[in-house]
Nanobody, 123 residues
Framework: QVRLVESGGGLVQAGGSLRLSCAASEPSFREFAVGWFRQSPGQEREFVGVADWNGDTTTYTKSVKGRFTISRDNARNTASLKMNSLKPEDTAVYYC????????????????WGQGTQVTVSS
C-alpha cells in the first residue's frame, strides 16, 4: 500500500513555470513507475507523462513534450513534475499515480493515486 500526496499547484501566468511534487508514504515507492495525469472539469483524466522505476526513462504526451519533465528521488520517496512554458490549456487538477508496469498511459493501470493539486494558468 502506497499513499501519494501532491503539492505545488497554484496560479501562474502563461509562459511561467511550476514544479509539482509527489510524496510517497513508503520506500516501496521505488518499485513503481510514477505517472502524472491531469483532469479538467467535464473532461476525462488525461495522461501527461510517466517515469520508470529509477527515473531513467520517461514518456510524455505530445502536448507537453519539451515543456514538462518528470524526475524522481527514490531516496526521499518523491517524484516531481517540472512544468515550463505553461499555457492556459494546461489548467487542470494534476495527479500523481503509481503503477507496477511501465510505460502505462491508461489510468486503470495505476493502482495508487494522490488527491490531486490544482494548476491554473492565466492568459
Amino acid at each position: 500500500q502506497v499513499r501519494l500526496v501532491e503539492s505545488g499547484g497554484g496560479l501562474v501566468q502563461a509562459g511561467g513555470s511550476l514544479r509539482l511534487s509527489c510524496a510517497a508514504s513508503e520506500p516501496s515507492f521505488r518499485e513503481f513507475a510514477v505517472g502524472w495525469f491531469r483532469q479538467s472539469p467535464g473532461q476525462e483524466r488525461e495522461f501527461v507523462g510517466v517515469a520508470d522505476w529509477n527515473g531513467d526513462t520517461t514518456t510524455y504526451t505530445k502536448s507537453v513534450k519539451g515543456r514538462f519533465t518528470i524526475s524522481r528521488d527514490n531516496a526521499r520517496n518523491t517524484a516531481s513534475l517540472k512544468m515550463n512554458s505553461l499555457k492556459p490549456e494546461d489548467t487542470a487538477v494534476y495527479y500523481c499515480a503509481a503503477s507496477t508496469s511501465f510505460p502505462e498511459v491508461d489510468p486503470v493501470r495505476y493502482g495508487y493515486w494522490g488527491q490531486g493539486t490544482q494548476v491554473t494558468v492565466s492568459s
